[in-house]
């Protein structure tokens, strides 16, 4: 399963996360990543979830992102809930990418299993129909 929290900047975005984040800890029965741009995290969510700097392994694209989600799935298994934090500035602001990155997501948590979460700051009415079902 996949969900999208998209928003403009200053919407809460971060806030709904963090508090899935926590949510997802004190329910899973697996492992809880957090991929985050920066780390800015550190002190919002619990010290259970393993957060993931996108910038010190040098993400800077959609196939990037794919290749980290799926070593991080490679070696884990017991991975149940992935979080992505600032899509667009981990990515590239590139509303089609991040699109097709997203419904890549949809396919990769559906065939392994997990729930992705997956923040992205533009306007929600300007998403594709594909995405639109996600948010």
């Known amino acids: 399963m996949i969900n999208v ?31 985050e741009y920066g780390k800015k995290l550190t002190y919002d969510v619990s010290y259970r979830v393993r957060l993931v700097d996108s910038q010190e392994y040098g993400i800077s694209n ?24 600032n899509l667009y500035k981990t990515i590239g602001k590139d509303r089609a990418a991040g699109e097709e990155f997203i419904l890549w997501c ?9 729930n992705i979460t997956v923040t992205v700051s533009d306007d929600p009415e300007q998403a ?8």
């Open 5 to 35: 929290i998209m928003g403009l900047k200053g919407s809460g975005k971060t806030k709904k996360m963090i508090d899935s984040i926590n949510e997802a800890v004190a329910s899973a029965n697996g492992d809880v990543v957090c991929i």
């Open 62 to 85: 959609p196939d990037m992102l794919k290749g980290l989600l799926s070593g991080l799935h490679a070696g884990n298994f017991d991975i149940t809930n992935v979080y992505i934090d």
């Open 106 to 114: 949809a396919a990769f948590a559906e065939a392994n299993n997990m």
């Open 128 to 135: 594709g129909e594909e995405i639109k079902k996600y948010l």
